[in-house]
């Protein structure tokens, strides 16, 4: 088996990007993190990368203002220079143009912490609390143009309860986002994904319906 090799893109804590570096430890795994990009260089992960012996670069878009482009070609480079299969968005807080995901079809992957396609955008828990959902959870999908769009690979979903708080739901749906990630990206390195009229199948066959998940308490 050759082990895809996968760059993640971070902006911050990395708990995601750690997840999928934990997964990849195994040698059956059918992928590896090749490299992990951030376009801060406070990021936090990037520590958690360089201990974990993986190639790190940093691509601060504040150095190309509003030149989107440019910052986009520099960050392709690296991925073609790192010879990257497989990109997946962790925390990654730029808005991509087409140009970019336009490379990566069905190779470009996005964890947004929301059942999509409710609660796009930012602040979804205490969003999710307001409007009094009572399940709420986390989605990875392939990246489209549009924000937070794009065929849904897994969602995994938590229970909400009448006193939570923002904090609390976060927590249990980034448990979530840690157990569902490594599922997507182990499902799309294997090639076993492919999207028909805007929707994943696996294997061929509809992606499991979500109500056959057991909600965390
Ligand atoms: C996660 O909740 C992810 O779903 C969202 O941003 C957060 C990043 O957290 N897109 P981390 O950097 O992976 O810890």
């Given at each position: 088996m050759t082990r895809k090799r996968v760059a993640v893109l971070i902006s911050g804590r990395g708990s995601n990007m750690a997840a999928l570096i934990e997964a990849a430890k195994?040698?059956?795994?059918?992928?590896?993190?090749a490299l992990v990009v951030s376009?801060?260089?406070?990021?936090?992960g990037l520590m958690t990368a360089k201990a974990n012996g993986i190639a790190t670069v940093v691509i601060d878009h504040t150095v190309y203002g509003k030149d989107r482009a440019a910052f986009e070609r520099a960050i392709q480079a690296e991925l073609e220079s790192h010879r990257i299969d497989i990109v997946c968005l962790a925390g990654f807080m730029r808005l991509l143009t087409p140009w970019f995901i336009d490379r990566w079809p069905h190779k470009l992957l996005n964890i947004h912490?929301?059942?999509?396609?409710?609660?796009?955008?930012?602040?979804t828990h205490k969003r999710a609390i307001e409007a009094g959902a009572k399940v709420h959870g986390a989605t990875v999908h392939f990246v489209v143009p549009?924000?937070?769009?794009?065929?849904?690979?897994i969602q995994g979903a938590v229970s909400v309860r009448n006193d939570d708080t923002s904090d609390a739901l976060a927590k249990r749906v980034l448990g979530v986002e840690h157990a569902i990630y490594p599922q997507a990206l182990k499902l799309v390195a294997e090639g076993r994904v492919t999207v028909a009229d805007g929707r994943c199948l696996i294997d061929g066959k509809p992606?499991?319906?979500?109500?056959t998940l057991r909600p965390s308490a």
């Open positions: 195994d040698p059956a795994y059918p992928a590896e993190i376009n801060r260089p406070d990021a936090g912490p929301a059942l999509l396609p409710a609660f796009k955008g930012l602040d549009e924000m937070d769009s794009g065929p849904i690979i992606v499991p319906d979500p109500g």
